[in-house]
């Protein structure tokens, strides 16, 4: 990308590019201020920069829209954490879905994963359509992705791994291997694990999306989008719909999102202890009827995750079915103190809701049951707090609830 002076520092014999995760997600994108010396990029407000004349502007920028120094920065340190040679950053998650949809010639055609965000859902089945993008559902992509290819048609493998709310996994590379044989683009959305955890382009992936929302930006309150990619033609084209669809967030939401972004290791490394923690602890509970958590070895696809995930990590999420049916996982919700009620995932701060009721209530009972969206399932988010504090917060709000459940039932017997 233009204009970005190297990484500060370059005496430690290493190349930017052979830099570890930590210090690419602190220094990359991150200049010093040429004029100022100020470590940290001030905030650029100005939605127009000056020309000295027509068609020469001062810097690099012409209107903020088409690129911004704030934006330049977030997309640079992206591009580095994902091993990609791009990114781009939009107006939110759903925004970068749309502009990737959007690039399909109407006519075209897409294999998705069935479990896919509710947005993501929405946006194939509500939207695209109307522009003549149609997108056909797998259940089981591994297996059914060459079968469901139409020849000519399907330009785009949509996958989404770990899933949500149940956390099964894809092999990205199985599925891009039969993808690319029939010259079909694989997008991978990675918000769940993000890119410390996961890079997917490592394993064929041609775009990585993100919900900057949750993981990168990490303290639940920014909301963001980006993709990043290798190909130059994408970069083409996908840098024309931003700018011409002008889906982009905000210079102060990149500097924020950005200065997030700088801890994303260590949130993703303590987010992952906890939930291991948690995912443990729900294991060991008689309250508990099963865990989702792919971080450790009960998880059907655990092989995938030692394979796919850094150092076979877990992440911060993790669902579990609890005993007592909807109203268990209700009062689960009501009596955690530490874990919030709350939609959303991937910030500081621990988050629980009910899927069935909640984030997955606009999915018929019987759609989603088959896909292990049980009323009695409650989806987890850990943040950073301390271990003990979470177990404990976990277990106590277990016994309250079962108990009051077992009340309720008798009560009403
Ligand atoms: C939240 C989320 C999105 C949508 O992102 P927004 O920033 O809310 O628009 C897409 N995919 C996944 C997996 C998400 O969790």
Not at 65 to 85: C, G, M, V
Not at 288 to 297: H, K, L
Request: glycine share 8%; hydrophobic share 40%.
């Amino acid at each position: 990308m233009v204009g970005h002076t190297e990484l500060p520092s370059q005496n430690g014999g290493s190349t930017p590019q052979d830099r570890r995760f930590g210090t690419l997600a602190v220094h990359a994108g991150s200049p010093h201020d040429p004029t100022t010396g100020a470590v940290i990029a001030p905030i650029s407000l100005s939605t127009t920069f000056a020309q000295t004349s027509v068609g020469n502007p001062v810097g690099l920028y012409e209107y903020t829209r088409s690129s911004n120094p704030n934006r330049d920065n977030f997309e640079q340190a992206i591009a580095a954490l994902e091993h990609a040679k791009y990114a781009l950053a939009f107006s939110s998650g759903s925004a970068t879905t749309a502009v990737v949809l959007q690039s399909l010639a109407a006519g075209s055609h897409v294999v998705s994963v069935s479990d896919v965000y509710g947005g993501t859902h929405r946006y194939f089945t509500k939207v695209a359509s109307a522009h003549g993008v149609h997108v056909t559902f797998s259940p089981c992509i591994e297996v059914d992705v060459e079968q469901l290819i139409r020849p000519n048609e399907t330009k785009l493998v949509w996958i989404e791994t770990p899933s949500n709310p149940t956390l099964g996994l894809v092999d990205i590379e199985k599925v891009a291997a039969v993808a690319h044989r029939h010259g079909i683009l694989v997008v991978v959305d990675n918000t769940f694990m993000s890119p410390y955890v996961q890079n997917p382009l490592d394993h064929g992936a041609d775009i990585v999306v993100h919900s900057v929302t949750k993981y990168i930006n990490g303290h639940s309150d920014v909301l963001m989008g980006v993709a990043a990619f290798n190909s130059d033609s994408l970069k083409e084209r996908l840098t024309f719909l931003q700018n011409a669809i002008g889906a982009v967030p905000s210079p102060f939401d990149c500097w924020l999102a950005h200065r997030g972004l700088k801890t994303l290791h260590l949130r993703a490394r303590e987010a992952t202890t906890n939930a291991t923690a948690v995912a443990k602890a729900l294991e060991a509970s008689p309250h508990v009827i099963s865990v989702n958590y792919p971080g450790i070895d009960s998880h059907p696809h655990r092989a995938i995750a030692l394979k796919q995930h850094r150092q076979g990590m877990g992440g911060g999420m993790l669902s579990f079915r609890i005993r007592g049916g909807q109203n268990g996982a209700h009062l689960f919700c009501k009596y955690t103190k530490v874990f919030t009620l709350a939609e959303s995932l991937g910030g500081v701060e621990s988050l629980c809701e009910v899927p069935s009721s909640m984030t997955h209530a606009g999915i018929p009972k019987d759609q989603r049951e088959a896909a292990g969206v049980f009323d009695d399932l409650v989806r987890m988010s850990c943040g950073v707090e301390d271990a003990e504090d979470l177990t404990a917060d976990v277990l106590q709000a277990l016994d309250m609830a079962v108990a009051a459940s077992k009340q309720a039932e008798n009560g009403t017997a």
